[in-house]
């Protein structure tokens, strides 16, 4: 209950200390009424006077407060929801724009296949697929030997178990048996077994294998189907995006709420969540309820998405959470600043600001991905700024040099994102992509390599990656089986660099 809440701490950490209540008794906000009558004071706020009488508010300020209220409301909840309405509308693309069931695979492998994703990899084969434990059952995922790594999550993206090199099996292969929240438990030796907090669960993986023919075989060995089909497993289907046109990055409208409710039509809600759907109730908005929000509530919540949006991309293009820059004095950050139960080491706190930055950019998250392991997995820094602490401006060109030796054991990539989609720069050279597996990669005398990125190519430039005017944009430089020297900082990458003003 809210009387237990440590309110005393919150409003200190949020900067604010306890004062006494002003302005609404307070001399000179009224004339003292005379016997029987009716004292009028005025507040003045931010959201400009609000009237009060004998100390309640008027009907026209009581209307003004619950509309501030909800619009907070709906904000802050536009923020948390961001990796569950994430899952829903890669769901959506993949069940309703391509048609796959649950249980097939989508295998994702050019430009134009993850143009519609927020910040993939150009380098590397994705294979994702979607399961219902509760209409199809446990799911079993055998998972081939080989250079691979993915894993199965739940709905807010939260992984249940690693796949492949960085799961459980640490590349040999194996059988995983994914079991619903609640419901007996399984005896099943020879398989791993893991329970999902929520009935829909999403399987991802990456070939990493560097002859991409390898790496296409070596994923296609993956087989997905039901517990109750394990005495005759039917083969996997797999189907390809083909280049066809998709998106799934989060709404900002109201439709961002209606695939919030249909995710809820038949999933339970985590103790941690039911302060979010509690907030959200006076909006129409109630797991397992038909969402027809009235026009004020739809009003709202329009506003809510629209500000929504735009609070997570300062939380994720202009950081303020402490630790963020990795190297003192340049402007690269870590693009995964939480941990996989998204709370604190000390688990005091949510990292609220932390996972809605990385789930405003980018879906999913692993034990691969939080950038901790010497030797596997994958760390991800970002830029968007240049050296100078400017935003990174596609009229403009700029010259980043990778030192030479970098601490990775498969490879090292360099990605460009618009800043709005947060999916792939699209432009006419195709991939805003280079990486240390590129055949015609250009390297310096000493090791190192020179990368350019402009509207414009340069006169004899090869590593080079076309920008757009009239459009921002930021850098994931991706680090593939990260070295100790990465993890020590002997190595660090250098900052982008204007060279045209």
């Known amino acids: ?40 004071t005025s507040v003045t706020t931010r959201l400009g006077a609000l009237e009060l009488q004998n100390g309640y508010p008027t009907n026209a300020t009581a209307q003004k407060l619950y509309d501030e209220l909800d619009l907070q409301r709906a904000t802050q909840a536009y923020l948390w929801a961001l990796p569950a309405v994430g899952f829903k509308a890669l769901y959506d ?65 939260q992984p249940v178990t690693d796949l492949g090199q960085t799961g459980p099996d640490k590349g040999a292969g194996g059988k995983y048996l994914i079991l619903p929240p609640g419901g007996p438990e399984v005896v099943a030796p020879g398989y791993r077994i893991f329970r999902s907090p929520s009935n829909q669960v999403w399987f991802g993986t990456r070939g990493l294998a560097p002859d991409k023919a390898v790496a ?34 989060q709404p900002t409208d109201l439709n961002y709420w209606r695939l919030l ?65 990795v190297y003192p004095g340049k402007h690269w950050e870590y693009a995964v600043l939480f941990d996989l139960d998204q709370e604190s080491p000390d688990k005091r706190r949510v990292q609220f600001e932390e996972r809605s930055s990385w789930f405003y950019e980018a879906i999913a998250m692993s034990v691969g991905m939080q950038g901790r392991i010497v030797g596997f997995g994958q760390v ?24 030479a030796g970098a601490p990775v054991k ?30 015609d990669l250009v390297t310096n005398a000493d090791g190192s390599v020179d990368v350019i990125f402009g509207p414009v190519k340069p006169a004899g430039a090869t590593n080079w990656i076309q920008t757009t005017p009239g459009k921002g944009w930021f850098a994931y430089f991706r680090f593939y089986g990260p070295t100790e020297a990465y993890f020590a900082k002997t190595w660090q990458l250098n900052d982008i660099t204007l060279i045209q003003p």
């Not at 993956?222 to 189907?239: K, V």
């Not at 994720?316 to 402490?322: F, I």
């Not at 360099?414 to 597996?437: E, H, K, V, W």
């Open 216 to 249: 296409e075989a070596t994923v296609r060995q993956h087989r997905l189907y039901g517990w109750n089909q394990r005495a005759n497993p039917p083969a996997t289907g797999y189907s390809e995006v083909g280049g066809r046109p998709w998106q799934s990055a």
């Open 380 to 403: 991800y820094l970002e830029a968007s700024k240049d050296a100078r602490g400017e935003w990174l401006d596609g009229g403009r060109s700029y010259r980043m040099r990778v030192p």
């Open 93 to 157: 693309a993949q069940a309703k724009t391509m048609g796959v069931r649950n249980g097939d695979v989508l295998l994702y492998r050019t430009l134009k296949d993850k143009a519609g994703m927020l910040t993939p990899n150009i380098t590397t084969l994705y294979a994702f697929s979607f399961w219902d434990l509760a209409a199809q059952g446990p799911l079993v995922v055998e998972v081939p030997a080989g250079l691979t790594a993915g894993g199965v999550l739940d709905i807010w993206q």
């Open 1 to 40: 209950m809210l009387r237990h809440l440590p309110v005393l701490p919150l409003l200190m950490g949020l900067g604010l200390a306890l004062a006494p209540i002003s302005g609404i008794a307070a001399p000179g906000g009224a004339a003292p009424a005379p016997a029987g009558g009716t004292a009028t």
């Open 410 to 439: 498969q490879f090292w990539s360099i990605t460009l994102y618009d800043n709005l989609s947060r999916g792939p720069l699209i432009t006419g050279q195709g991939a805003a992509d280079l990486s240390s597996r590129k055949p």
């Open 261 to 325: 409710s249909e995710l809820y039509a038949n999933e339970p809600v985590a103790p941690r969540d039911r302060m979010l759907f509690g907030m959200l109730s006076p909006l129409g908005l109630t797991p397992g309820q038909a969402f027809n929000p009235d026009a004020r509530q739809a009003r709202i919540l329009g506003e809510g998405a629209q500000l929504g949006d735009l609070m997570a991309r300062t939380i994720a293009y202009e950081k303020r959470t402490p630790g963020a820059t």
